[in-house]
């Protein structure tokens, strides 16, 4: 199949995941902000484009870029954030458009002007940004240490997910467990290939994530997702490229079990979220 | 003396002071296990007997488990020597935990003698190992995982070694036997281990097969008492691993009964097979249990919540091993270290015993890991140290200067002073005392409860064993937590299910005296001589009726 026919369906797939059952799954408590739903869903399946554009110019590999677009666009957290009215989804698609626009730019003024129009639409479409809501700033060194442990730990990358406890999906982690061999070969690439820039927005997400005084239930490490999706696409991607036998094999096992859990997870965000979300009614008193 | 000696020494020297004083002061008491197993030994020691009547036990039964019987075995020595006290208990640990650090120099040498500065990183990690807050805590006590360990390691040393000099195949085969009397984790762990090394050397072991197999029928035959052992009684091989499992727990199943009411009429009864199976709720719940042991808060900051394996405010591992720890994981490959999938792979091993439990992370069930782990850590402070330079490097070394230091603090002073119920302090104050005035009574009332009291009226008591054995009252029924009650032995009651409001208000008898936990009498204060932790708050009050 041609790349832009794949490119296609990829899309395709983002969007039925996107707008499929959108005004009942996660129950709509105000049918009057469906129209935030839809917009929010249609940022989410532009994000998993522009991620494609901007994962094509990084790695210069069409297929790659591929694989990271549809490793983004099926991220348990992603998709259940592309499906209510998220700040954090939102920002996380104007810091891609950014991304994807300053990634070709040579001047540095025309970066400048960019980057301030970038926070400024930051800014109005994220208020609730840590960061824009403080006036003070406090910071303890335990409580940031703490809050590293936490948000780079096994059980939060793929067994819970604490940052919006009354709303989220809880009993997966921002991603699935299949993809632990696939993190754990990327990122060894991501060090080996030396892709700074990789490093250097996560490290940043992460330490505006981890001083959070909401933390954990706050939702800024959420714009970590297309970066960890690149990390995952590039150790399927490397994995996929072994010829040995046992590699082959091993690729085979952990393949059908990230599809039995990719199918788990679906099963679980159309019967049981819908049920938990129920549940919490009352917490919700903002755009959902 | 060549430098490299003389610092070896430095590092064997220091691991013996860091293990071998006042290891009756610190852990300031002996924990419940410990006593158990220092009085058995006594009791083998003047018996041939178990405190149940055994003679020569293969599995020792306590509590309702059933423990393996080694480091009792190597403690028989040590309280002929010098009596049953805290030290005697504590030596043969403390003496394998300084075997592990010399041990694991050796180790090194063989598993990465392909790199060129291997003697620096050797000698790196048997001193991070020497002051590893995780590895004294453990050999400072009478724990059964130092024993294996020391096994463990030292089968691994023979058998690298046995490639090349074929006769200490037997060396090894017996250590690896030895290990398996020590601790039930290595039950798996030690098969495990010979299997991954069988494969790692295969190509070498083609001309050894004559050895090996003399070697594994040598350590066959003395597993033979462990077999013939586990056909008279099945949990000798496994204890209680049964009640600990994540099989025994209800959390999987309430959960999956949750998902299963909820699927309603959404699903038919094969759609809910497929979703909530048993073998995917309980694989995931076994590999989060599994990941938990790589967690940051467990490793670095808050350590094992499970007494007594806690310091309090730290981690098992120094805070400054979350960057060397990773940074050895990368390169060790990225330098491409002969036998770097034997270390990885003797590291996941070590956790899946404890990956089946439902009380996670455990760092007493992983401390396998420990070796393999340093091993890591050596690997990424060697890296580090050689990457930076001048001034970095002073600050790396003081950081570790620092981190050393706080553990001292934490374990020496902070842990003594305001933990010390982490291991049962008191019932040896509590012991002393009534035996003191215990001639004037008729019988002494002690609560089954905050472990096994009557243990430690036996030790500290140093009550004559034959006499307990035939004088206890036991009924060998478990109760709902799995645990065997003794009910009382020559003037001693221990009631199960005291409660000592009732007892103080209707059946309070004269010509006795009470041992109360003070959780029990808080409000009492008529009480006779009250037992003091450290700090200063109350652990027991006695109360003596003429």
Redesign the interface.
């Known amino acids: 199949m041609r790349k832009t026919n794949l490119l296609f369906v990829v899309l395709l797939y983002s969007f039925i995941l996107r707008f499929w059952r959108l005004g009942q799954i996660p129950p709509l408590i105000d049918q009057s902000l469906f129209l935030a739903r839809l917009t929010n869903a249609f940022l989410s399946l532009m994000s998993v484009f522009l991620l494609y554009y901007y994962s094509k110019v990084l790695f210069k590999n069409v297929r790659l870029a591929l694989l990271s677009a549809y490793i983004f666009a099926i991220a348990p957290w992603v998709l259940e954030q592309g499906r209510i009215y998220s700040q954090a989804n939102v920002a996380l698609f104007i810091l891609l458009a950014f991304l994807t626009v300053t990634i070709k730019l040579k001047s540095l003024y025309l970066k400048l002007f960019l980057s301030s129009i970038f926070y400024f639409l930051f800014s109005i479409s994220y208020p609730q940004f840590w960061l824009f809501k403080m006036s003070q700033f406090e910071l303890s060194l335990n409580n940031v240490?703490?809050n590293?442990?936490?948000i780079?730990?096994?059980?939060f990358f793929?067994?819970k997910n604490p940052t919006f406890w009354w709303g989220g999906v809880r009993d997966f982690g921002i991603l699935y467990?299949a993809w632990?061999p696939f993190l754990l070969v990327g990122l060894?690439d991501v060090?080996v290939i030396k892709k700074p820039r990789i490093l250097l927005w996560i490290g940043i997400v992460l330490l505006i994530s981890v001083a959070s005084p909401f933390f954990p239930e706050s939702r800024e490490f959420f714009i970590i997702t297309p970066f960890i999706s690149l990390i995952v696409a590039s150790g399927i991607y490397k994995f996929f490229s072994r010829n040995d036998l046992l590699t082959r094999v091993l690729f085979f096992l952990v393949f059908v079990f990230m599809i039995?859990e990719i199918i788990?997870y679906f099963?679980y965000y159309t019967?049981?979220y819908p049920?938990q979300i129920l549940g919490n009614r009352g917490h919700i008193n903002e755009p959902f | 003396m060549s430098r490299s000696k003389f610092i070896f020494l430095f590092i064997i020297l220091l691991s013996s002071i860091l293990r071998f004083t006042w290891l009756d002061h610190f852990p300031p008491s002996l924990y419940t296990d410990e006593v158990n197993q220092g009085y058995n030994a006594y009791s083998i020691l003047l018996t041939g007997r178990d405190e149940h009547g055994v003679l020569l036990p293969v599995s020792l039964r306590s509590f309702g488990d059933w423990k393996p019987p080694l480091q009792t075995y190597l403690i028989i020595p040590f309280i002929y020597i010098f009596g049953l006290n805290e030290t005697a208990v504590r030596l043969p640990s403390a003496i394998l935990g300084v075997g592990t650090v010399i041990l694991t120099y050796f180790l090194v040498k063989e598993l990465l003698k392909n790199n060129l500065q291997v003697n620096k990183i050797a000698l790196l990690t048997s001193f991070l190992l020497t002051i590893s807050p995780w590895h004294i805590l453990q050999s400072r006590a009478a724990m059964l995982v130092v024993v294996g360990l020391f096994f463990l390691e030292l089968g691994i040393l023979y058998f690298i070694k046995g490639v090349i000099k074929s006769r200490l195949m037997i060396l090894s085969f017996l250590s690896f036997s030895l290990s398996i009397y020590s601790y039930y984790g290595l039950r798996v762990i030690t098969p495990l281990t010979i299997l991954i090394l069988l494969i790692t050397y295969k190509r070498q072991l083609t001309n050894l097969l004559k050895p090996l197999f003399l070697a594994f029928l040598i350590s066959l035959i003395l597993l033979l008492p462990l077999i013939f052992g586990f056909l008279k009684e099945k949990d000798v091989v496994f204890g209680r691993a049964r009640t600990v499992s994540v099989f025994y727990e209800r959390g999987v199943k309430l959960k999956q009964w949750e998902l299963i009411t909820q699927d309603g009429s959404f699903s038919s009864t094969v759609i809910t097979r497929f979703f909530h199976n048993n073998l995917y709720m309980y694989g995931r719940n076994i590999l989060q249990r599994f990941l938990s042991h790589f967690d940051g808060r467990y490793l670095f900051f808050n350590g094992d919540q499970a007494w007594p394996f806690q310091i309090p405010n730290m981690g098992i591992l120094y805070l400054i091993e979350s960057i060397t720890f990773p940074a050895g994981l990368y390169f060790l490959y990225k330098a491409k270290f002969e036998q770097r999938n034997f270390i990885m792979l003797w590291f996941i091993i070590a956790i899946i015993p404890a990956a089946f439990t439902f009380m996670t992370p455990s760092s007493n069930r992983t401390f396998t890991m420990i070796v393999p782990l340093y091993i890591l850590v050596g690997i990424g402070f060697f890296s580090i140290l050689k990457i930076v330079k001048n001034i970095l490097t002073i600050s790396a070394i003081l950081l570790y200067g620092l981190s050393f230091y706080y553990f001292l603090h934490q374990y020496i002073v902070l842990l003594p002073r305001y933990h010390a119920d982490w291991w049962s302090y008191g019932w040896k104050e509590t012991v002393e005392y009534t035996r003191n005035i215990e001639n004037k009574y008729d019988n002494i009332v002690i609560p089954d409860i905050n472990g096994m009291p009557y243990i430690y009226y036996l030790f500290y008591n140093q009550y004559d064993p034959g006499r307990f054995q035939k004088e206890a009252v036991r009924t060998y029924v478990a109760d709902r937590f799995g645990f065997e009650h003794v009910e009382g032995f020559g003037k001693y009651l221990f009631p199960n299910d005291f409660d000592w409001d009732f007892t103080k208000k209707y059946n309070l008898q004269s010509n006795t005296i009470y041992v109360i936990p003070n959780q029990q009498a808080a409000v009492d204060t008529d009480y006779t001589k009250a037992i003091y932790y450290p700090d200063g708050k109350i652990a027991f009050k006695i109360f003596a009726y003429d």
């Open positions: 240490l703490n590293i442990f936490i780079l730990s096994p059980e793929f067994f467990l632990l060894n060090f039995y788990q099963h019967i049981h049920q």
